[in-house]
């Protein structure tokens, strides 16, 4: 093992390729520390290998996308992660060659054409590099030699950001095999390590099998048996109905069909998106597809024009192994497949793939599958894993789903990387499944969720199913609007200073008056309405106790979460911590209130000009609306043509009115009055207002609320919340 | 007594006249029910009766004085301040005549021309305004005879506003007296209850007494013995060196020298305001006196020509009378007498007054006085009460004093009658004492302080006093600027929810840590700097523990403020309770910190730009500053310069950038850094910035802090306190 610590070229084997992720739970402290230092430099060379297919230094410097860095900086890139983090982490004093890690911090995801500008660039030099990859090797050595940890290693653990070191570089040993595999040809070379399959033929037929539906349960929480990145952690339950799923991937072979069918030509198969990309795009063909004009085999049919482009080889198409595109391109084949077989086919959710992977038992036999760098550094045919009956549920290349990247019930970002996800839950990046043959480590892990840009190609391909199930391709994306999201935390967030949850608070209180009013109290049938109801919460906790309630607010923004909230029963949205670093929430509405969500209707709506519909309510709720009104007496004056008889009003209110929103002649009070000179309070104004058609019910209550609007910065307000009873 | 509930004229004999203040915290209930019902029935006749002197009811429509509403609106003013405050106090459910109330609230004070145009107003008849008194009289009848109260009577005590309303109506009793004086003498007759003394000659010689000097302690609590108004409570300690004070009031005769002296023609004898007023009055002689041309009786000196106009009569000049001049010319006499005796002559200030009070023995003997219309309708020679060698220390006319009216410590306004002195702490209404012979109840209670605009006439003279002692002349006024008021409650006001006072809680954990520190503790001879020490307060609790400390603040408002506090011990300040309601706070200086203020020196200065001469400190401390800095880097960079070798710094911050006062390449953190792309917080950042001279000590520590803005809207945050220590 000690070898591994300074390896030189070629010193790895195929079966120091072959790994396992260290398990976090078991074992002692000492054997968990050498396990964690030999997958840690299994790791770092075999990364330093996967560059030894480029020809010479010089290749270094090229970019293999237009609009992706030179691969000199993917070469610097994980070493300067594993100093990024173990700074941030406090674990390293000092950073340990400043020039190159602000070179190669920045710029994996495609970046705009400025930002490539290569004046801005003065890369370093690949010797520079590998010196710079050895200090880190070192350094990363010397600390997990020294780390004080213990078991199970958790997301505090010390240990952790070294973990995430290690499994950062092994995404980036696939990804970078990608770029390599789109550098020109002449600039790569083959290498002992990564051979390429030499099995190829004609593909089987393809056809429907039926897969049972059932549950989904997944409760995957920290500590956990494996590192995870923080997309995994959460709860999520699905219901997936009975479908069919093609036995194989969908093969080269079969894919050339929809190929000379003019597949890429028909605007009808593609996306909007797709056919966005499509024009975009030159080539009518799978991006490994090489056409090769001239070099037709004598007794070849005509398939015989397509080479492919493995890592570092062009071989003659293997028809038998899957095809490998993006998810447009998967998408748009299964439009034409459908249209073809009069057929719902259409690529699996990321559900129904898990429940093709658990009926199948794939995982129970992780060594019959092509991943884990365990047979070749390319595809194989797709009948050569047989996973109860399918092929290829896990390995061989990713298959892509139709499910965008969400997080799961309880969602939190790590801390040491708070946008290894975040930034991908946009309802653009799509999750594919099962891992590629260079797929190691966390990639394989049952638990792993990985998602790219659905133009982006990877060793990716598809397999498609039959099913007439809806598939939710839109999920609430992170309300990122400053004052949405402190509403977000103000109404489904954390307490601060012991101040219980204002919304909740309220409504309790406006239960029991209802409970205790003799006209209302054990009604079946009340109509309910909240006006100014931010983003739903007091809604959703009246509808237990009312037939039916509706939310009004003057911001779409807001009704558009509750609304989210209704639908999803969850929330995401970002709120500031310090600057511009944000912290990253998912609420999700409690189980109790979920059973009467449907009960809700939200609208926006302008407090000071609501239609004539909204009227005929037992209750209504205004709650810190009429302060925020030009004209407050003008709204309270046509709310009891809205109410029922002996229905109940309740006014929540600060009082705080500003002259910037309500003229003074307006206010309710706050003020002396012009003709006694007496201090005028709002309640005293209210009550005046209110008493030819209502009566007080108790007391006024005072009620505390803390609006968040950084970690270091809250409003605390008192409101107070008055009952009034329309008379008879 | 039940002849009283409904009082025709002339029905109230002298002897309803002679009145006593109800006893607040002896008694029995009905007992006390009936005594204040007695009381306030007398008060509300009297107040009739005064108007007797009208010569009919046309008369009500005149104005006395430009600038003042006619006499219907103090005829109906009385009893309608009844119905406010009852209304106010929820001790009435509705208004009595809303017309004649609107009409008759507002408009006691002076106002400038536009209010009084005559054509925004229609006055109601008289014969309405009495059918309303009767109402409210009827109303007030009731109240008293259903209240639910208890012994003592307090402020919170439903009997409150009733005393309020008498003692309010008692005060118009006298300044209506004075209006009525101010009416053509055509348009008043005289009347049996008000007759004028026949009594007048020559005055007595004046000379100048010793008075020894002691000190005054007042400590007037609610609930006291009596009904008193907000500006008597509290504590008021003073010493009073001795002095020398006039045996007599000045006379007409004493002050007749002035005017014949050219008194009123010579700038030099008057103040800067004295001289804008008198410039503005062509009468160069007390306003009530009379010349009378061509009336001059045979054998009579030339004083023959004078004639003193009384309530309702003029008379040939009293001279033994007591003057009655305003504060302006009391004090222009005094210059003269002063010049002319080359003695240090002038008016008292309250203390003085109050210790010439103590020693004369004067209110052992109240029946002793011309005062609670015991004798007349008018002043009577100066020679005839003999207080402990002194005469009319207190009764007669009112005694003007130098002393501007200013809240006693622990001042508070009645939440029924916020603006009763609050308007007065202006530094331009100064205090007359000893009460005149129409002051009754409060006016003549050894507690009440009265004042008046210095240019006002009132029954209202002086007695001048031989001292070289200082008078104070200004006292702090309510600081009213929003945001300067807002950190006055946050150094020194209340605390809010449950967080205790930040700069003292900050303070104390600094002075811990000069404790701990092995070179600066039993150190007497630390110099400390508070750069953002806004109103003080840290700098008043640094002061006790070091030699030395200066506090520097961007805003000059908010050095005044410390500044005050350092030479007064208190401070007085309004915030918003709601709206344009404001609650007004006077808060002292602890005595703990009051003995080291001297140590304190506070200047205005931009901490983006400190002089050189902030150097040498043992200790700086940077509050809420950096964050609010063009270049926060530019500030941090400078301070080890100003701290010596071993020295503390310590920084408070919320870390709250904004773009609008920091441009973002300057924030400390709080954003991704640019180059590795991992958050910076901003303690990382400081870290950065400040390791090449400090080290830091102990841990960072949050502490929270609350800064009220209305009494239901709080900014609550929460600071860090980060300690360093500089290099030896």
């Known amino acids: 093992m000690s070898s591994l610590t300074h390896p030189n070229q070629y010193h790895l084997t195929r079966a120091d390729l072959l790994t396992a992720m260290p398990r976090l739970t078991q074992g002692d402290v000492e054997s968990k520390r050498a396990e964690i230092k030999h997958y840690f430099n299994l790791t770092f060379s075999t990364y330093e290998t996967l560059f030894e297919t480029l020809r010479d230094d010089s290749v270094f410097y090229l970019r293999p996308c237009s609009l992706r860095h030179p691969l000199i900086f993917y070469f610097g890139h994980t070493a300067t992660f594993f100093t990024n983090k173990l700074v941030l982490a406090k674990l390293l004093e000092a950073r340990i ?52 940890f213990s078991l199970p290693i958790d997301w505090q653990s010390p240990m952790w950001p070294i973990l995430m070191g290690i499994e950062h570089e092994r995404i980036h040993l696939e990804t970078s095999s990608v770029l390599i595999r789109q550098l020109p040809l002449d600039k790569v070379r083959s290498h002992p390590l990564f051979p390429v399959c030499p099995d190829h033929g004609d593909a ?20 956990a048996d494996t590192y995870g990145w923080d997309n995994e952690y959460g709860r999520h339950d699905a219901v997936v109905t009975d ?60 398939q015989a024009d397509w080479w492919l482009r493995c890592m570092t080889e062009e071989i003659p198409m293997p028809w038998n192994w899957p095809v490998e595109v993006n998810f447009l391109e998967a998408d748009a084949f299964c439009r034409w497949k459908s249209q073809q077989a009069r057929l719902p086919i259409r690529l699996p959710s990321e559900d129904e793939y898990l429940r093709l992977r658990e009926v199948s038992g794939a995982m129970l036999h992780p060594e019959n599958a092509n991943h884990n760098l365990q047979f070749y550094a390319s595809s194989m045919p797709v009948d050569r894993f047989n996973h109860g009956g399918f092929y290829d549920v896990i390995g061989n290349v990713w298959q892509w789903t139709q499910t965008p990247i969400y997080p799961f019930e309880g969602f ?32 394989i892990n049952g638990h792993s969720r990985y998602a790219f840009r659905r133009h982006f190609f990877q ?26 999201a402190q509403h977000c935390e103000f109404h489904y967030g954390d307490s601060y200073f012991g101040v219980t949850n204002f919304p909740q608070a309220m409504m309790q209180s406006v239960v029991k008056q209802l409970q205790q009013d003799t006209d209302l109290k054990n009604r079946q049938d009340l109509k309910a ?10 809604c959703f906790e009246l509808a237990p106790h009312v037939a039916e309630v509706t939310g009004l607010d003057f911001s779409a923004r807001f009704i558009n979460v509750a609304e989210q909230l209704k639908q999803n029963g969850a929330i995401r949205y970002s709120i500031v911590q310090e600057g511009e670093i944000m912290d990253f929430k998912q609420r999700d509405l409690a189980d109790r209130l979920k059973a009467h969500a449907h009960k809700c209707t939200f609208l926006q709506q302008d407090p000071a000009n609501l239609k004539p519909i909204f009227s005929g309510y037992d209750l209504i709720v205004a709650t810190h609306v009429m302060e925020r009104l030009h004209d407050p007496k003008a709204f309270l004056a046509q709310l009891p043509q809205r109410l029922n008889a002996g229905g109940l009003l309740v006014i929540a209110s600060t009082y705080d009115w500003q002259e910037s929103a309500t003229n003074k002649s307006r ?9 006694t000179g007496e201090n005028v309070t709002s309640l005293e104004g209210l009550t005046a207002l209110l008493s030819a058609h209502f009566e007080p019910v108790g007391a006024p209550r005072d009620m505390p609320l803390v609006i968040r609007q950084s970690a270091r910065d809250y409003s605390h307000q008192l409101s107070q919340i008055t009952v009034w009873k329309k008379r008879r």
């Open 97 to 148: 060659n400043p020039h190159i890690e602000s070179m190669c911090a920045i710029g994996v995801d495609e970046m705009s054409w400025d930002d490539l500008n290569d004046a801005h660039y003065d890369w370093p030099s690949v010797e520079a590099v590998r010196t710079y990859r050895q200090q880190v090797r070192d350094a990363v050595n010397r600390l997990i030699d020294t780390l004080d």
């Open 204 to 223: 089987p037929k393809n056809s429907l099998l039926p897969v049972s539906g059932g549950e989904i349960h997944i409760n995957h929480q920290d500590p």
């Open 243 to 302: 479908f069919k799923a093609a036995k194989f991937l969908v093969s080269n072979q079969e894919y050339l069909a929809f190929v000379e069918a003019g597949g890429y030509e028909n605007a009808d198969y593609w996306s909007e998106e797709g056919n966005r990309w499509r024009q975009f795009t030159p080539d009518k063909h799978p991006t490994f597809w090489v056409k090769k004009a001239g070099v037709k085999k004598t007794g070849d049919n005509n």
């Open 412 to 443: 939190k970002v790590h801390p040491l990387y708070d946008d290894f996800t975040m930034p991908t839950f946009d309802n653009k990046h799509n999750i594919f499944k099962g891992g590629c043959w260079i797929s190691t480590g966390n990639e």
């Open 459 to 484: 060793h990716a391909g598809f397999r498609y199913i039959e099913s007439a199930a809806a598939v939710q391709t839109e999920y609430p994306t992170f309300e990122t609007d400053t004052t949405a």
């Open 529 to 538: 309405l909240e006006i100014g109801c931010l983003v739903g919460r007091g």
């Open 667 to 675: 206010w309710l009070g706050g003020y002396k009055d012009e003709h």
